[in-house]
C-alpha cells in the first residue's frame, strides 16, 4: 500500500515536470564549417522561471536562440515546446506558437515610427481581410483601433510611450532594446527569448529592466536570457545555464554556479576540462 | 531623436493642428481636382494624348513602386504584366465577346485575375532567389513574354500586333475621343491611389515595408515572409495589368515592341526619380519623365542630352527621389 502511493506521487512528479516544462532542448547540436558552436545541449525551461544563458564569447549562446527559433537549422537534436515537437517548424510559426526573441544587434524597423513597430507584432492576429482593409469596413477600423490601443499600453508598460511617434532607428539605445522586447510582447508569447537586454545600458536602465522583467514573469511568462552583466544576472534568474564552447559546462542555481570550479575556469582561464 | 512618418496614425499631431492640416490638405487636393477637370479645355488634342499616356504610365509606376519600394523586391519586368493585361483584354474584346459593350468592363477580372496568378507563379519559385538575382530573373521573365507575344502568331497576331480593338462604351456612349479617355483614365488612376493608399497605410503595408527593412525580424515575430513578398509581388502584377486594361483600348492597336525590357527600365528610372516607397513619387516621377521630353522637344536633338543631365542632377542631389521620404 505504501509502496503503490510512492509509485503514484512519483508518476505525478514526473507528470508535472513534463507539463510544466515549457521549452525543452535535447541533445540540440549545430555545427558551422565543421566547428561545433553548440554541442548536444540538453535545456529545458520551466513555466514561469527566469533562465540565465551565460558563457564567454564565442560560447554559442546566440547559435542557440538561432536554433531554437530555427533560422538556423538544427544538424541534430529535438525541441519540444508544450510537449509538442517543434524541430523544424519554420520561423514564423514558431513565433506563432508563442515563443517570441529580441535579438544581440537590435532588429527593428529602424525608418518607421515606434507605435509602427509595436503594432507590426500585431499582424499575425489581426482578422480582417485584405478586402475590408481596401474598403474601410467599421470592423477593420475597429480592429486597427484596438490593436493600436494595444500597442500604446504595450509601450506604457515599457515606459517609452511618449516616444511612440518617433522614428525607432533615432532611439537612444536603451530605448530601443525596450521597444524590442514591446515588439516581442506583442505577439503575446508563452516564452520570452532576450538576448543580451543589458548589453549597452546604464545600471539605472538595468534595474529598471529586472523589475519589468519580473513582471513579466507574474503575468505568467518564461524567459530565457542571455547576459554578460554578472549582477544583473543573479539578481533575476531563477537558474543558470553555463556554456562553454559550445558545450553546457555547468547548471543550477546562482548560488551553485558562483562556487562552480569548472565556470571559473571557463571564465578565469586555465586548464581545459570539458 | 526624429519624428516619423507613422504608417498605423498620426498621433504625433495635436488634435487641432490635426484639423487645420487635413483642411490645407483638402483646400490642395480640391483645386487640383478643379485643375484636372478643366485640363482638357486648356490643352489641344496631342497634349491630352500625352496626358492620358502619363496616367497609363502612373499607374505603371505605382505598381512597381508596391513591388520595388514597400517590399523592396528587384523587380524589372512591370511591362511584361502590362503586356499580359494589355492583350488579355484586346483578345477578351476581340475573340471572346465580340461585338457587345459590357465587354470592356467584363475584362476587367479577367485581368485582374490571370496578371494576379501570373504574378504568384513568377514569385513563387523567383522568390528562392534574393537582390540582383531576383531583377536578372523577372528580366529573363520580361523576355520570355516578349517572345511569346512576338512569336505567338495564332493568338496575338505576332509582330504585326492586334489591330482593331473596339472602343469601350457604356451603352450607346462611347469613349471615342482622347477627352473622354482623358477623364476615364484619371477616374482609375485616383481610384488606384486611393486603394493603393489605404493598403499601405495599413498592415499590409506595414508587413511589406518590415519584410523589406528586416526579413529575419518580421519572421520572429510571426509574419510569414514568402507569402508577403508574394502577396506583394502579386499585387504589382495585378496593378500593371490594370494599366494595360486602360492602354488597350486606347491605342487599339497593340504590338509586342510596347512591352519590352526598355519600357520596364523606364517606369523604374520614374519610380527611382520620383522617390520609392511613396505613392506621390512615382507619380511625380512619371510626370518629370514624360512631359519633360514634350516640354524639351524644342530643343531638338539635344532634348536626350539635357534629360541625361536632369536625371543625373535628381539623383546627385536627391537619391532618395525628387518627392522621395528623407533618408537618414
Known sequence: MCNNNLASSRVIRKVKEVITKILELQEVTKSFAGVAAVNKVNIYLKEGEILAVIGPNGAGKTTLFNLITNIYHLDYGQIYFKGRNITNYPTHLISRLGIARTFQNLRLLEGLSVLDNVFSAFYVSMKSTKISCLFHTGRYKREVEYFKQRALELLEESGIKEKASYEAGSLPYADQKLLEIARALGTEPKVLLLDEPTSGISSTESEELINYLFKLREKGLSIIVIGHHMRFIMKICDRIVVLNQGYKIAEGTPEHIQNDEGVIRAYLGGEQNV | ?328
Open chain 2, 1 to 328: 531623436m526624429r519624428k516619423s512618418f507613422s504608417v498605423i496614425s498620426s498621433i504625433s499631431f495635436g488634435i487641432k493642428e490635426k484639423c487645420q492640416l487635413k483642411f490645407i490638405r483638402y483646400v490642395i487636393l480640391g483645386l487640383l481636382m478643379i485643375f484636372f477637370v478643366l485640363l482638357p479645355f486648356l490643352l489641344n488634342d496631342y497634349q491630352l494624348h500625352i496626358m492620358n499616356m502619363t496616367g497609363i504610365f502612373i499607374i505603371l509606376s505605382l505598381s512597381l513602386d508596391v513591388a520595388l519600394g514597400w517590399a523592396g523586391l528587384m523587380h524589372l519586368a512591370p511591362a511584361a504584366f502590362y503586356g499580359i493585361g494589355a492583350y488579355t483584354t484586346g483578345l477578351f474584346m476581340l475573340k471572346v465577346m465580340p461585338n457587345t459593350w459590357f465587354a470592356y468592363w467584363l475584362s476587367l477580372p479577367f485581368v485582374v485575375v490571370i496578371t494576379g496568378l501570373i504574378g504568384c507563379l513568377v514569385a513563387f519559385p523567383g522568390l528562392r532567389l534574393r537582390g540582383l538575382f531576383f531583377a536578372v530573373a523577372t528580366i529573363g521573365f520580361g523576355e520570355l513574354v516578349f517572345s511569346i507575344l512576338t512569336n505567338w502568331v495564332g493568338i496575338t497576331g505576332g509582330a504585326y500586333g492586334l489591330k482593331g480593338i473596339p472602343q469601350p462604351s457604356v451603352g450607346s456612349y462611347v469613349f471615342d475621343n482622347t477627352t473622354k479617355f482623358y477623364y476615364l483614365i484619371y477616374f482609375i488612376v485616383i481610384m488606384v491611389c486611393i486603394l493603393l493608399f489605404r493598403f499601405i497605410k495599413g498592415p499590409t503595408g506595414l508587413i511589406w515595408m518590415s519584410i523589406r527593412e528586416d526579413e529575419i525580424a518580421s519572421s520572429a515575430i510571426g509574419i510569414n515572409p514568402k507569402r508577403a513578398k508574394i502577396e506583394a509581388f502579386a499585387t504589382s502584377a495585378i496593378l500593371s495589368g490594370v494599366s494595360g486594361w486602360l492602354f488597350a483600348p486606347y491605342v487599339s492597336y497593340l504590338s509586342p515592341s510596347n512591352f519590352t525590357t526598355n519600357e520596364s527600365i523606364l517606369v523604374l528610372t520614374m519610380v527611382v526619380v520620383g522617390g520609392r516607397g511613396t505613392i506621390i513619387g512615382p507619380i511625380s516621377g512619371t510626370l518629370l519623365l514624360l512631359l519633360s521630353t514634350e516640354i524639351l522637344r524644342p530643343l531638338m536633338r539635344y532634348r536626350p542630352l539635357l534629360y541625361g543631365i536632369i536625371l543625373c542632377v535628381i539623383i546627385i542631389l536627391r537619391p532618395q527621389g525628387l518627392l522621395g521620404r528623407l533618408k537618414k
